[in-house]
Structure formats: C-alpha cells, structure tokens
C-alpha cells in the first residue's frame, strides 16, 4: 500500500490556515443526552456552526432528509449563509474529531488527501458505529480527494501535533487492548509516521475521569504554537485529576523539540467539578484544552463558572494574541462527554 509520507504528505497543526471545519449533526437516537434535550442541543450546535461561519466555512454532515431543518436553525443563529454547507453523509454520533477524517496535505504541491483510520466508537463503547466509520470515505468522494488507510483504529481526538513532525497521545488510548491488540507500540508509532507524516511520538499516560475516550489528549494538552504546549491541571487535591494530571505535566516538562530544548508549557486550571445528579457520567469530563483554532479566532468551551471561564480565555489570549478567543456555552455539550475540539474537524486550506 502507499504511504502518505512517502507521497509528500503530512497532517498539518490546527493553526495552520483551513478551508472549513466540519461537524456532524446530532441524529435523532433517544441514547444521546437522555433524549430529553433535543431541541436545546440542535440550538447548541447551531450556535457552534454560526460562531465558525463567521470567520470561514462550515461542512456539516447530515442524515438524509435533515439537510433544510439544519440550514433553517442554523440560519436562526446567524450563521454566514455564503459560509454554510450540508452535505447527506449519513452517520452515528456526533464525535467528527474522531470519526471524521484526518485531512493531509503536501506543502510541496498544495494538494490535499484524506487519511482514513478504523473507527470502533472508543473501543466498542457505543453501538452501531458502521456509518460513523464510513464518514472518511463519503467526505473523500465528496471533495474528490484521494485517501490513503492509515491501517489501525485512530480518533482525531487521540493525537495532537505540531509543526515539527512531534505528536503527543496517551497510552491510556493508543496502546489500550480495545483499539489494536495486535500492535506494540512500535508498530502503531510507524504507521502515524508514515501516514501523517510524523517523526517522533511523545506519550503522556492517561485522561482525565469521566472521559468516555479512556483519555484523549485533546482533554489534556494542546500544542499552540510548535514550541508551546498549554497543560491542565487540577488544583483541588482532593480531585481524581489531581495526581493523573500532575503526572501528565511532569512528563510534558521533560519532552524535548528536536532541537533539544525543552518546550515551554503554560498551565491551564481545570473548571470547578461538573456534575449531573444521576448522569451516567458522575463527573464530566469538562477541560478548558478542548478548544478549538479557526482561521483569525479560537473558540473555547465555557461552563458556566465566570471566574473560572474568563481565567481559561484569558490564557488563551495571551496565547494567540493575532486571533480573537471566543467563549462557547458546552456546559449542556460535555454531558455526553466531549465539548468544541471533539466535535469538529479543520479541513487545511
């Protein structure tokens, strides 16, 4: 099979410049949120879809015959018209980091393709899962674009890269006997070399609690610029994050660019604990990281806690001082475990 590295392509990092973001659209599964906040949860993405619209354009997948009602709501929200486009992909969930495709492109060329991973739902988690893990192939059809296999299960939401051919994941995830039992950590480090055209792996250990991922990285750490990672951590001592993510840090403190100096790490405060009284989910997985870069703007997930919400997006400011950072409402979002950054895919320009 050919590799995409080979080829010349390579995963660019977030903030390199997009064509679109794409989401998948919330199906009418009585599982999803308890099936009692439907109409406040299409509004919730609606309001996402818009808030991209405004600074580039917005893919969204749709189950067949929905395609008018999402406009219409979207619409409602004040989402850019000329920047919104439905397209009758049908699929499962709504997790498009992670079901989605990992776009490539050839900084030689300019050509772009599509890398298409296995998709499980989490390691069987959640069923059915089939239309969810054909996404890749239909968006590919859609844009004419040429795919390559990356040859194992992999969510988006599992890896984090920057513009130095480093990726940072967990082993929690990666190396979990639910995605790929067959491979060590060896093989599956070559085969995100030669697909997303990566040099080196930097593994943390696990995720935080209530994360359905068994530990995304994109809950834990991001890189913002190629020398710049911004790390949670918790700082009530009585939380079970404390020690998972005081661990993560102590790792993240000891990585290296490959220029061999150490990268600079910024510290973001988790939000106060979220809960639900008698949630599957006892406490949210609710992080400030699972933010999401756009052309010109960042938009960062909000949970309803003032003090907590505007230190994160004061971070975050200093850290993209060229885009504007806009807070996002996801408190009603992360009751099914994922917010902004798991919700949604660039697509490189």
Known sequence: MPHAAADGFAMPPEWSPQTAVWMSWPVDDPRHWGGAKRELIHDRFAALAAAISHFQTVRINANPGSADAIRERCLKAKAAPENLEIYEHPHNDVWCRDHGPIFLRNPQTGAKAISDWGFNAWGGKFPPWDADDAIPRRIAETLGLPIYKGGMILEGGAIEINGLGQLLTTEAVLLNPNRNPQLDRGTIENKLRETLGIREVLWLE????????????DDLARFCADEWIVACTEEDRGSPNHPVLAANLSRLRNFHTPSGRPFE?????????????????????????????????V???????????DRACGILRELFPGREVIGIDALDLVEEGGTLHCLTQQEPA
């Open 265 to 297: 790490i910024v510290e973001m405060p988790m939000p106060a604990a979220c809960e639900v009284p008698g949630w599957r989910l006892p406490l949210l997985p609710a992080s400030y990281v699972n933010f999401l870069i756009i052309n010109h703007a």
């Open 299 to 309: 938009l960062v997930p909000t949970f309803r806690q003032h003090q907590n919400d």
């Open 206 to 217: 696990k995720g935080i609690e209530g994360d359905d991922t068994d530990g995304h990285i």
